[in-house]
């Protein structure tokens, strides 16, 4: 089956981007960190899967056009006005090429080429998979038809995503798969565990200096 990745990123501007980081980055550091965690999503997916990264504002920011030569992907601007309908639009468009799609974030460094294959094989039998992650939420979802229901009135940033997101399915009679779960960069208490991957720690000790 012809599945897509997307990578939902924000354009890496201070004050902007990796927000709750800054108690403990400054905006500089926590921007910084936001570009070390889309390089190393790019790299996980390398090879796999072809690669659309979505861009937040929009595609201008010089990272971005960076990022296409680096990695031979295409870029693509994210639309709507909130997190859910930027989802749904990315996701529609993307199966208009692709008979499966898979969005996923850029600050889920434990994701890996692994993962991905999982993911691919289990759209290949259910309909959704779910990468649950320790927040309440979700960090990946691939889909092989995009519905409303799946995106509207979801308590986007809070704990209840995933919750809401089963709930949803269920309702709907949907069969989904649901990966091993992950965890993803937010928040200061996130960076000791990101230091004990690999190669991570130097990059976390240079931007707490």
């Known amino acids: ?7 939902f990123a924000r354009a890496p501007v201070a004050g902007a981007a990796k927000t709750r980081l800054i ?4 905006s500089a550091g926590a921007a910084a960190l936001h570009r070390h965690l889309v390089e190393h999503q790019l790299r996980q997916a390398a090879g796999t899967l072809t690669v659309e990264l979505w861009c937040a504002p929009d595609t201008s920011h010089p ?7 680096r990695h031979d992907i295409t870029l693509h601007r994210q639309c709507g ?16 090429r692709s008979d499966g799609a898979l969005l996923i974030g850029s600050d889920l460094p434990t994701i890996d080429q692994t993962l991905l294959t999982m993911a691919c094989r289990a759209l290949q ?15 990946l979802i691939g889909v092989r038809r995009v519905d409303d229901w799946l995106f509207e009135d979801i308590p986007w940033g809070t704990d209840q995503v995933l919750a809401a997101t089963r709930a949803r399915l269920q309702r709907h009679g949907v069969h989904w798969t649901e990966l091993p779960p992950a965890w993803d960069v937010d928040r200061p208490e996130d960076l000791p565990r990101l230091r004990q991957l690999p190669g991570w720690d130097r990059i976390v000790d240079e931007l707490l200096k």
């Open 125 to 139: 039998h259910d309909a959704v998979v779910l990468l649950p992650t320790d927040d309440g939420g979700y960090g």
């Open 1 to 7: 089956m012809d599945t897509r990745l997307l990578v």
């Open 81 to 96: 006005d909130g997190l859910g309908e930027r989802m749904h639009h990315a996701l529609g468009d993307a199966l208009q």
């Open 23 to 26: 108690p403990a980055l400054g």
């Open 63 to 69: 990272f971005f056009s960076t990022l296409a030569q």
